[in-house]
């Protein structure tokens, strides 16, 4: 597996990470057995970054992976990087994010990860107001001076929430949507955040699962997955569920992206392995809910680039099925 450096922390994590909103109840809730046993199948096949945050099943992630956690307690230093997100426990106005409310938050989830520091923390998506804020930054660097986080980041919805916090000095991450059907990052994002040393976390690398090819028309998702009751924003920002594409839209540009795969090469990994060929993304963290999907997602860190005439024809499909949906917001 390939690692590459989280330039403004000491450590090098592994290109392709594992996200673990699944992990959390009601979205595909996947029980504590086999939740350790995706965790273990990952990290066996070389996976050292793990994302996750306080509000996946109102900390459920963050305990599954704790109790994980506990069997490197042995060796420390081996043990995967966590990222948490903290912010969405509460109103989403800039007056809740305190130094208080950051201190309560972060020790909820040390409790949970069972960790006397936490590895990452990002501020998971608030305003933009949030992103602006002198007071924010300073109670985050706060933290890092009580040893409460070793580092801190953002997750963003827009490019231009991303810029913002690229401004700054101590951040260490953007975490961003990007994949074949989100290409907007490439633009300034990739090119700012290399420039100021700052890692990226490629999130929703699938498009909700559009990517894999295993999508029809009839296809039924439970009532309590966000690809039902989100897909036109009702609960959440549009663009996290799909990637902002209509589903229709999505489904026959999903099927000729699937046809473009290399042999060997499944459509789920080659959406994997086109956002891991970008330059100045330092981690992809797609999801899994079985063993096998955890070894071939991982497998993707090992896979040779794409040749130049398929990232060609991605480029098109884009930009005939999909850019005049999605380019102009985010």
């Known amino acids: 597996m390939e690692k590459r450096p989280l330039s403004r922390t000491d450590r090098k994590i592994s290109v392709v990470g594992l996200g673990t909103w699944q992990f959390g109840d009601g979205w595909n809730e996947v029980s504590e057995r086999d939740a350790h046993a995706i965790l273990d199948a990952a990290v066996s096949s070389g996976v050292d970054f793990i994302d996750t945050a306080d509000v996946y099943g109102d900390g459920r992630s963050e305990r599954l992976i704790g109790r994980f956690l506990g069997e490197f307690r042995t060796s420390p230093g081996e043990r995967p990087t966590v990222a948490t997100k903290f912010g969405r426990r509460g109103p989403q106005e800039v007056g809740e994010f305190t130094l208080g409310n950051f201190r309560e938050w972060a020790d909820r989830s040390r409790a949970n990860l069972g960790v ?8 998971h998506t608030p305003p933009d107001a949030v992103f602006a804020s002198d007071a924010v930054y300073d109670a985050l660097d706060t933290l890092v001076d009580e040893g409460r986080i070793a580092a801190y980041g953002v997750s963003v919805e827009t490019c231009d929430q991303a810029m913002t916090a690229l401004a700054r000095p101590n951040v260490a ?29 490629a999130r929703v690398p699938l498009a909700s699962g559009l990517l894999s090819g295993k999508f029809r028309r009839d296809t039924v998702f439970a009532a309590t997955d966000h690809r039902a009751y989100n897909r036109y924003g009702e609960q959440f920002d549009v663009g996290e569920t799909f ?28 959406a994997l392995r086109w956002v891991t060929q970008q330059n100045g993304v330092t981690t992809v963290i797609p999801g899994a809910t079985s063993v096998a ?29 999909i850019r005049a949906q999605v380019h102009h917001h985010w």
């Open 243 to 270: 990637s902002g594409v209509d589903y229709e839209t999505g489904l026959e540009a999903a099927a000729e992206f699937a046809g473009l795969a290399p042999n060997g090469v499944t459509p789920a990994q080659l």
């Open 116 to 123: 006397d520091t936490l590895d990452l923390v990002q501020l």
């Open 293 to 321: 999907q955890a070894r071939a997602n991982a497998a993707v860190g090992s896979l040779a680039p794409l040749p130049e005439q398929i990232l060609d024809r991605l480029r098109e499909l884009y930009d005939r099925r």
């Open 173 to 201: 991450s953007v975490q961003i949507i990007l994949n074949v059907f989100r290409r907007k990052p490439l633009e300034r994002v990739l090119p700012a955040a290399r420039a100021a040393g700052v890692g990226i976390i």
